[in-house]
């Protein structure tokens, strides 16, 4: 029996693929962002966006954006090294939030529950 390249496993062959188009962060390009300050400087004239979201967080305390196609609206504060939001859209409202934010490359990450909750990635795009 002889050996051809069908007989590598294709589950092999994809992790090897990732290892290329997904490197590492290196711990250097993650910053926790833990203060107001930091939080308006990189965000200014900024535009987050994910999938079905785009925003624009501005320091007066105003987001304003779109989500799956209706305005997004609502307010934000510091709470401690905490962002706290509160979201309308269409004919919703969220309750407030107050998220954990981390900066990863170009990437901002909220976590929700001050920390402990499910995370949103968002592309920081100025």
């Known amino acids: 029996m002889s050996l051809s390249h069908h007989t590598v496993p294709h589950g092999l062959c ?8 997904s490197p ?6 993650t910053h926790t962002i833990s ?3 930091d939080f308006v400087a990189l965000v200014a004239g900024a535009q987050l966006s994910a999938l ?13 954006g779109e989500m799956l196609g209706t ?8 709470r401690d090294d905490l962002f706290c939001r ?7 409202r969220s309750k407030e939030e107050c998220q954990t934010v981390t900066l990863i490359s170009q990437t901002l990450r909220f976590t929700s529950d001050a920390g402990e909750g499910q995370s949103k ?3 920081l795009r100025r």
């Open 24 to 29: 590492p962060a290196e711990a250097s390009d």
């Open 14 to 21: 994809a992790l090897a693929c990732l290892a290329f188009l």
């Open 71 to 78: 305005g997004l609206s609502g307010r934000w504060h510091w």
């Open 52 to 64: 079905g979201v785009t925003m624009r967080i501005d320091g007066d305390g105003r987001i304003r």
């Open 35 to 37: 203060n107001r300050n």
């Open 86 to 92: 509160q979201l309308s859209w269409g004919d919703r």
């Open 121 to 123: 990635d968002f592309w």
